[in-house]
Every structure is written in C-alpha cells, then in structure tokens.
C-alpha cells in the first residue's frame, strides 16, 4: 500500500544519499527524509551516471551505484 511505497522511497533516498556523500557531494545526514538536501545528492547522483536529472531516487540510480 502507500505506506509500502513511502518507506521503499524513504529506504532509496536514504541509500543513495549515503552514496553519493561517498562521492563527495554534501548531501547532509542520511535520515531518510527526502529534503532540499537528499534531492541535491540525488540529482548529483543522476549527473554522475549521465541520467536525467529529476531529482527522484529511482531504482536505475541505485543499481548503478550498487554497481550493478
């Protein structure tokens, strides 16, 4: 249900956030909540990996950064 889907986009956002800290963008503290700070670092993270920059952690940012 929604709630479901809210943690699984809490759950990447938090995932990828840490990653692309890693990568030297200042995202802010991985916490979950999808801010200014987490929208920054997902976007950082789309540049890097030459995907559109929308701003939204999909699953084809996270498999990229898995390495996969």
Same mark, same amino acid.
């Given at each position: 249900g929604a709630t479901e889907g809210r943690?699984?986009?809490? +759950? #990447?956002?938090?995932e990828v956030r840490r990653a692309v800290n890693g990568q030297g963008v200042n995202g802010g503290e991985a916490d979950g909540k999808v801010g200014a700070?987490? #929208?920054?670092?997902?976007?950082a993270g789309q540049l890097n990996y030459k995907l559109p920059a929308d701003s939204w952690p999909t699953l084809d940012l996270i498999?990229?950064?898995? +390495?996969?």
């Open positions: 943690a699984r986009r809490t +759950g #990447r956002a938090t700070g987490t #929208r920054k670092a997902i976007k498999a990229r950064m898995r +390495g996969s």
